[in-house]
């Protein structure tokens, strides 16, 4: 079964599970009611997207020259920079630090970069042990699963499905609350922190003036993993880079409101060097991956570049119909929703990942709360004729469409009688059509001969 197919059984299976469904939709609609909070508090929401909006587009029209500024000054301030043209090149950079501090213990902060290039496990084939401390990475990573979603890992779980899990693994009692099932995870955590040799974080954003990087989260797990540890190893994909410390004043209480409806995340730290002498908390040292992994593939391509003005907050996957229906593991790629469906295939590879872009109603709601205004339903177009011109969609589809072109636009398809293109029209309702639905019928007569009757 290749890609394609696996995602169609995935999809009609996750699509008529009734406990899913609840559990997703009453997880987004706490999002919803939170971000609606989120953006009354702007004068102007749509002035704040257009200010953001241009200043990636800005970022990307010299995204070299504010890259190798970053570098310049972030080699000033005493971190290494290390550039990555690939996940196997930048899982080489983490293991050859791993060994040169006979690190035994990680303790990492969230961040989706560390999950495309699969980190976690990277790091274990050189015995190290790698601990997720988000609360929500924590619960998929015990559960031998994936992050879910974008923002919140373990969405497709309920409480009650935690409280099940933590009682299996941890000998919780079954009727632990929340916030019990969170007090046993933070003592558990404060363990590892004050014991690790290597923390890792992400990069919300990466700040080309200063040479630092920006890392925005809820619960103080990343700065908990790089007060204690002494080395400290960020991830970043190259497209998080920003012009000025001072775009930040924009761009954090925007991240904060599409993704979790805050006036700001609780922790907003800005990283810019390694403990210095005169300093006494933080790590000795301090290394920045930079990931391309297909990035500079996607910035080549000048009709869907503007997709790496992304900041992640995960508002097109909470406002898609699609994603609410098949969720998150049923893309089978790091990113998922609108945004993993035009990026994926550039990511991963067309053949493999193009029929992702297929999965949208195109209804337009992810542009629509997009804050970095990015034409989401058009990439997908895009993407879909990019499909049909690399000859990646199945030959039995081009035949049809080049018959039914030939037959509709001559008289003999006008001509036809009515019952029988319905007769011929039939079997799609058990083929193409799908399953759940049926072919309409047409009508008696063509509508041109009823008009002129």
Known sequence: ???????????????????????IKFNISRYDAAVAKGRARYADWQLARARTAYIKRVMLNDWDKY???????????????????????????????????????????????TEEIEMNAAAESVGCESVETDLGEFIVQVAGEKPYHIVTPAMHKSKEDIAKLFHEKFDLPISSTPEEMTEYVRQVLRKKYTSADIGVTGANFIIADIGGISVTENEGNGVMSTSFPKVHIAFAGI??????????????????????????????????????????????????????????????????????????????????????????????????????????????GFRDFGHLSSASSLCGACAEVCPEKIPLPDLLLINRRKMVEKNLRPKV???????????????????????????????????????????????????????RK
């Not at 009515?418 to 079997?427: H, Q, S, T």
């Open 67 to 113: 890259l190798l500024q970053f570098e310049e000054n972030a080699t000033r301030n005493g971190i290494t920079v290390l550039w990555a043209k690939d996940n196997v090149q930048a899982i080489e950079y983490l293991q050859a630090i791993l060994r040169e501090n006979a690190a035994k213990l990680l303790v990492k902060s969230k961040s989706m970069t």
């Open 1 to 23: 079964m290749n890609t394609h197919q696996q995602f169609t059984a995935d999809a009609k299976k996750i699509s008529f599970d009734r406990k899913h469904r609840q559990t």
């Open 397 to 451: 589809e081009k035949l049809a469409m080049r018959g039914f072109a030939q037959m509709s636009k001559g008289r003999f398809f006008y001509n036809f009688p009515g019952v029988l293109k319905n007769i011929a029209a039939y079997p799609l309702n058990f083929t193409l059509w799908g399953g759940w639905r049926k072919m309409p019928k047409f009508a008696g007569r063509a509508f041109g001969k009823e008009m």
């Open 239 to 348: 497209e998080k880079v920003i012009p000025r410390m001072e775009d930040l004043g924009l761009f954090l209480p925007l991240l904060a409101c599409q993704g979790t409806g805050q006036q700001i995340s609780a922790y907003n730290t800005i990283f810019t060097s390694p403990r210095k002498a005169n300093e006494v908390d933080g790590p000795e040292k301090m290394y920045i991956i930079l990931l391309d992994n297909g990035r500079t593939d996607l910035y080549a391509d000048v009709e869907s570049y503007e997709a790496l003005a992304c900041i992640r907050c995960g508002a097109c996957l909470n406002a898609c119909p699609v994603y609410k229906t098949i969720g998150g593991y049923t893309y089978a790629a790091t990113y998922s929703g609108p945004i993993g469906s035009v990026i994926t295939p550039f990511y991963k």
